[in-house]
């Protein structure tokens, strides 16, 4: 199953996922990137039920000049690392992180790697100079 929601009510429903429905498992959380569409940048959750043995998706979708959702570490603690990684490579900021900085990137990296109008060749790597191999 799956559920898009409005960003303002995700975390009302992943709190009401985990404590009523028991989905007490986030396998995942991960940003997306749709350049050219109203919305973006989005969020992907990925919850499991072990007692019961469902999945569920939930999804957020927002505009690049608002990129920020309330952080889930308050429910799962594992949402730490997932969160700095949707920073780290899509810009997404997450409201009451409790410590929200690159976690694979260098920290004064200007970029957003993982989106879609990210260039796919580096033009500062020196190894891809022809002229090196004497070309």
Do not use: Q
């Not at 000049?65 to 949707?86: H, I, S, V």
């Amino acid at each position: 199953m799956c559920w898009t929601l409005p960003k303002g009510r995700v975390h009302d429903a992943l709190r009401l996922l985990r404590d009523e429905l028991d989905f007490n498992f986030l396998t995942t959380l991960c940003g997306m990137h749709f350049p050219g569409t109203e919305k973006e940048l989005g969020v992907v959750y990925h919850l499991h039920s072990m007692r019961n043995g469902h999945r569920i998706r939930l999804k957020s979708f927002t505009t690049l000049k608002d990129a920020e959702f309330d952080t889930a570490t308050d429910l799962w603690p594992t949402a730490n690392w997932m969160e700095r990684e949707a920073w780290d490579f899509f810009g997404i900021k997450f409201k009451g992180h409790p410590n929200l900085i690159r976690i694979l990137n260098m920290e004064d990296f200007p970029a957003f790697p993982m989106r879609k109008d990210y260039p796919m060749e580096d033009p500062t790597r020196r190894d891809k100079n022809d002229s090196m191999f004497g070309r």
